[in-house]
């Protein structure tokens, strides 16, 4: 009875034993599925993908990546971000596995199945680990928050808009982006 009882934490090696394309994340030891976006979850991330992907191959700083693409934390947190960036200089790696290590930036779009994990779990992983910048993208409300990495004080809301306006990346200068390019056709 005491084994029934008792949660099971897994680790990166469980995880990586998972067949590929396994809707999980490990989020602090824990295996939490992740259904398949809705519609309007893909358009706001393919309007952000080609933006913040032009600005990054452009300026050649580095690579931008997109779902499912898995992000090595440490070992309880391996995570699938809906947008990374991996700037040249920075401390994530791309290997076979995927990003090993934190990216230069995050970004996470909320939807009704992972937003508690994104603003709660993964925020707090994400300011421990390292991550410069964290996006938070919420299709509903149809605002964008930046927070960037301070080491001292954390993660502090560094840009942020609703409705209107544009945010803007301290990680990459040169990204800019207005919220109706973002949310444009998303009804």
Request: charged share 30%; aromatic share 12%.
């Given at each position: 009875m005491k084994a029934l009882l008792e949660k099971k934490k897994y680790t990166a090696q469980d995880y990586e034993k998972l067949p590929?394309?396994?809707?999980?994340?490990l989020i602090e030891g824990e295996l939490?599925?992740?259904?398949?976006?809705?519609?309007?979850h893909q358009e706001v991330s393919i309007n952000l993908s080609y933006?913040?992907?032009?600005?990054?191959?452009?300026t050649g700083k580095g690579k931008v990546l997109y779902a499912p693409i898995d992000v090595h934390l440490d070992e309880e947190n391996v995570y699938q971000p809906d947008i990374v960036v991996i700037l040249k200089d920075g401390k994530a790696k791309?290997?076979?596995r995927g990003v090993e290590g934190p990216p230069d930036m995050v970004i996470e779009i909320l939807s009704?199945?992972?937003?508690?994990?994104?603003?709660?779990?993964?925020?707090?992983?994400?300011e421990r680990v390292g991550v410069k910048e964290y996006w938070i993208v919420d299709p509903k409300r149809k605002a964008i928050e930046v927070y960037n990495n301070n080491t001292e004080k954390g993660f502090e809301l560094y840009s942020k808009a609703k409705?209107?306006?544009?945010v803007k990346s301290l990680v990459i200068?040169?990204?800019?982006?207005?919220?109706?390019e973002v949310f444009e056709e998303v009804d």
């Open positions: 590929e394309g396994s809707p999980y994340q939490i599925m992740s259904p398949a976006p809705a519609p309007e933006r913040l992907y032009n600005v990054v191959k452009k791309l290997t076979e009704p199945s992972t937003a508690y994990y994104d603003l709660t779990e993964k925020k707090e992983v994400y409705g209107s306006g544009k200068p040169e990204f800019e982006v207005d919220l109706k």
